[in-house]
């Protein structure tokens, strides 16, 4: 995938852009509204996904110009599967390593032009020229069950034909053909519905079994239809930032990356120990600007363990992977951020202070 000319001009020109440049944070109602305070500490967050999305982009561009150390490439390995030819400067073993790539670079530059106040593409909404919505809190989405009955866009229900025995039209009647066994949710400001298998902020069980806490998530909901048969249309994106993202971290865990010491080879830690809650965000903007990051493994030796060991398509799946994307950003941060005199943190296989294996190959 490549970037067109005007994105790119974009990329080049543009420095970062606050919450106001980048998002719709006026969404005309109560529920979900951001606050003053939750405002200024998104502004923070965005601050925190510019420093590692622009890491990312160094990683790349060091490959690109032929002067990626070694480090640098065991970590593309090490998050994404991609395999290198080591034999040939940058070359890639196989073409599932190159397909990936494609999908890394073209990921991390939605990002960044994004971050820096350009539209969304035509892949990641289907109207670029909105900002998508910035929630606070799941107040927006109200949590239906399939057998309520179904509203239109004017909030009203939808009343049957005789021929088909009177009364409303459920939510399972309206849209059920398409969406099974998903939560159901209304959107207050889209007045349409949103199917999903999370429970907005609520915790949630991943694919690993593993309970866990909802940071933020993505809604690309339907627009509320008049009749079954009507054709579906998917409205623009959303982001919605959850009490785990916008309060204070318990735990004494890093709310931004300015929170985080530096580790040590003699005290190593593991990434996600590191884990902040912008970087939380920064995987939610590789579901915000594409259409096909999803969310296939979370727990981090799940990642490197897929990426690395999946050969048949690792690099494909973890490619597609928020969570990789997350990873990979954060390690790379630390990587090329070492304050001076200190050994560069690794984290090739997770843990701070990992030794960096090259195949004899």
């Known amino acids: 995938m490549r970037l067109p000319f005007s994105r790119l001009f974009v990329l080049a020109l543009c420095s970062a852009a606050a919450h106001a440049e980048i998002f719709d944070y006026d969404v005309g109602t109560t529920e979900g509204k951001c606050t003053k305070a939750q405002l200024m500490k998104i502004d923070e967050l965005i601050d925190d996904c510019n420093a590692l999305v622009e890491a990312a982009m160094w990683a790349i561009e060091q490959h690109s110009q032929g002067q990626a150390s070694a480090g640098v490439l065991t970590l593309f390995t090490s998050y994404f599967g991609i395999e290198w030819d080591w034999n040939i400067e940058g070359g890639f073993a196989d073409a599932v390593s190159a397909d990936a790539w494609s999908n890394i670079i073209y990921t991390f530059q939605e990002i960044q032009v994004f971050l820096q106040g350009a539209d969304l593409s035509p892949y990641a909404s289907s109207d670029p020229s909105q900002k998508p919505y910035i929630f606070c809190g799941e107040g927006n989405y109200e949590r239906w069950d399939w057998y309520d009955e179904a509203l239109d866009q004017d909030m009203e229900p939808i009343p049957k034909a005789r021929l088909y025995g009177g009364g409303y039209y ?192």
Not at 176 to 187: D, H, L
Not at 243 to 268: G, H, Q, R, V, W
Not at 302 to 311: E, G, K, Q, R, W
Not at 330 to 357: C, E, Q
């Open 170 to 361: 459920t939510v399972k009647e309206m849209y059920g053909a398409e969406f099974t066994e998903q939560n159901v949710f209304y959107s207050l400001k889209d007045k349409g519905y949103l199917f999903s298998n999370g429970d907005g902020c609520q915790p949630y069980v991943n694919s690993e079994g593993v309970t866990s806490v909802s940071v933020a998530f993505t809604s690309r909901p339907v627009k509320a239809r008049t009749n079954p048969s009507e054709p579906q249309t998917v409205l623009p994106p959303s982001l919605t930032l959850c009490p785990a993202t916008l309060d204070a971290p318990s735990n004494n865990e890093p709310a931004l990356l300015s929170d985080i010491t530096y580790p040590t080879p003699e005290a190593p830690v593991a990434l996600d120990s590191m884990v902040t809650q912008s970087a939380s965000m920064f995987h939610e903007l590789a579901h915000l600007t594409t259409d096909y990051v999803v969310d296939y493994w979370y727990p981090l030796n799940v990642v490197i363990a897929n990426a690395v060991y999946s050969s048949d398509q690792g690099g494909t799946l973890a490619s597609r992977n928020a969570e990789s994307y997350m990873y990979f950003a954060l390690a790379v941060w630390f990587y090329k951020n070492a304050p001076s005199g200190t050994t560069p943190a690794t984290f090739y296989r997770g843990m701070s202070n990992d030794p960096i294996r090259i195949p004899d190959n």
